[in-house]
């Protein structure tokens, strides 16, 4: 009798621990399934922005008519914008794959959308399609006339409870993602100080996109020398142009006239008189010492009706040479007063950094290259 109860005292303690090791295993498994599965929420997520930012920048930096979404990828110098000469070029699915998977993750591009005039192949979005995080907002909605929605999946990582699931048949789950940003004109720029931006404006003739190299010597505010009845931009598209040569302004001024598309009355300063001119001389030459070498982005004027110059568009400018009379700096300037650089076009990716870019969709602006990039939630 004493030794049956000894025994059943034995059997208790080993009953309660394998049924707490089995409750323990449970919760294991249920832990580490849940810890994967946001995991992979967030690598979808992960993938659809890094994808929608390269592809937008990709198709806003293409010419009319030009298939991005098939493409290569040019590898390009952060300087200026410009593709390095003899470097290679990804493809498009292993540039998309790698952006999607940076250490190497399950996660696919399932579908691409949206609307674009360079994008010749992008496919509208179905509208039937519920929202879901990260594409909430409809761009069109918005008005936005070049957009792009990237859906990207994951197919759930086999774990303890999925393996059970697939052993009793069931689907395994799938994870998605969801990302689009929109891009456009830039319609205003922040007002910079001067020393940190090149406190100079681009009439509109004098663009020069595509040109390799341009000595530009400074004309002045002189509409007598509109030097061309129309332009091209980079589109393709002609439009009327009557602004030749280039204009100082002060970049410091409580004004935005000289930073938003459309505002008349952003006036001029006069340009350096002579080397006795010192104040004028010091004000272009600190601001062009600081962006020797670098890309600026200028306000493209033209003049209006009542004879004002008029912001029409932005265009970034690398400078590589200045001479203002005493004051010189980088190489290529024979003349007393002239600058030396090249245009480019650019994106500008305001993810939450570059506060105060607008984006112009009208017709009447012309496409300079430069473009703005934004995420839409």
């Not at 599965?37 to 930096?61: F, I, S, T, Y």
């Not at 439009?239 to 204009?247: C, D, I, K, P």
Request: with cysteine; glycine share 10%.
């Amino acid at each position: 009798m004493s030794k049956l109860k000894e025994d059943s005292g034995v059997i208790a303690p080993i009953f309660a621990i394998l049924l707490c090791g089995g409750v323990l295993f449970g919760l294991l498994a249920l832990v580490i399934d849940g810890g994967q599965a946001q995991l992979q929420k967030h690598a979808v997520r992960q993938g659809a922005e890094a994808v929608a930012e390269a592809l937008g920048q990709h198709c806003a930096d293409e010419y009319s008519q030009v298939d991005c979404l098939t493409d290569s990828f040019s590898l390009r110098s952060q300087a200026t914008g410009t593709q390095v000469a003899g470097t290679a070029t990804a493809g498009n699915s292993e540039f998309l794959s790698s952006l999607a998977n940076p250490k190497g993750g399950p996660v696919t591009v399932s579908s691409l959308c949206g609307q674009s005039s360079a994008a010749v192949t992008l496919l509208a979005c179905d509208p039937t399609t519920p929202p879901m995080v990260g594409c909430l907002t409809d761009p069109s909605a918005t008005g936005a006339n070049a957009w792009l929605r990237v859906y990207t999946q994951a197919v759930k990582t086999p774990t303890f409870l999925s393996q059970a699931d697939a052993a009793l048949g069931h689907e395994p789950l799938v994870y998605r993602g969801c990302s689009q940003v929109v891009w456009g004109k830039a319609n205003a720029m922040p007002i910079y100080a001067v020393g940190s931006q090149l406190p100079m404006m681009i009439g509109l003739c004098d663009v020069r996109l595509g040109a390799p190299f341009v000595q530009a010597p400074l004309l002045g505010n002189d509409p007598s020398r509109a030097g061309c009845a129309s332009f091209r931009d980079r589109e393709g598209a002609a439009f009327s142009a009557n602004a030749h040569g280039w204009l100082q302004f002060n970049p410091a001024s409580a004004s935005a006239a000289c930073w938003t598309v459309g505002q008349s009355g952003c006036a001029p300063v006069a340009l350096p008189s002579g080397p006795a001119d010192t104040s004028r001389i010091s004000v272009l030459a600190v601001a062009a010492a600081a962006n020797l070498n670098r890309v600026s982005v200028l306000p493209v004027f033209a003049y209006n009706p009542a004879g004002q110059a008029t912001v029409v568009s932005f265009v970034p400018f690398f400078l590589t040479g200045y001479r203002f009379y005493s004051s010189a700096g980088g190489v290529g300037c024979s003349s007393n007063l002239c600058i030396i650089g090249s245009f480019k076009t650019r994106i500008m990716q305001p993810f939450g950094q570059a506060q105060g870019l607008g984006i112009s969709r009208s017709a009447s602006v012309p496409n300079l290259g430069f473009q703005v990039l934004k995420k839409l939630p």
